[in-house]
Nanobody
Framework: QLQLVESGGGLVQPGGSLRLSCTVS????????IGWFRQAPGKEREGVSC????????YYADSAKGRFTIYREHDKMTVHLHMNSLKPEDTGVYYC????????????????????WGQGTQVTVSS
């Protein structure tokens, strides 16, 4: 059974950094993507960054470009999202997601159709 376990959220001041981690287990497909999505109170869940596991192709939402980095830990089923220069508008619950056979851009823009989700981790950016 597929499991996505997230860690690394917390409270950070504006301009600070956090690293989120997502460990995948129980996936049987060869080609799939892992994505990070976030949901702020009263807003829809949105894609932040996605990575395709077989070739490390990445995609970033405009809000994440230049500040966030998604990467797979070498030869492991763990994906990290390193977030720098955090802003209050980055606050929300961050979810790890998995989807098979899809481009990273498509995955990050299809939150309502994603099949597998982690439990979420809270990120709060506040002084």
């Amino acid at each position: 059974q597929l499991q996505l376990v997230e860690s690394g959220g917390g409270l950070v001041q504006p301009g600070g950094s956090l690293r989120l981690s997502c460990t995948v287990s129980g996936w049987t497909l060869d080609f799939f993507g892992i994505g990070w999505f976030r949901q702020a109170p009263g807003k829809e869940r949105e894609g932040v960054s996605c990575i395709r596991m077989n070739d490390n192709t990445t995609y970033y939402a405009d809000s994440a470009k230049g500040r966030f980095t998604i990467y797979r830990e070498h030869d492991k089923m763990t994906v990290h999202l390193h977030m720098n220069s955090l802003k209050p508008e980055d606050t929300g619950v961050y979810y790890c997601a998995a989807q098979g056979l899809i481009t990273t851009q498509a995955m990050c823009n299809m939150a309502p159709l994603i099949d597998y989700w982690g439990q979420g981790t809270q990120v709060t950016v506040s002084s």
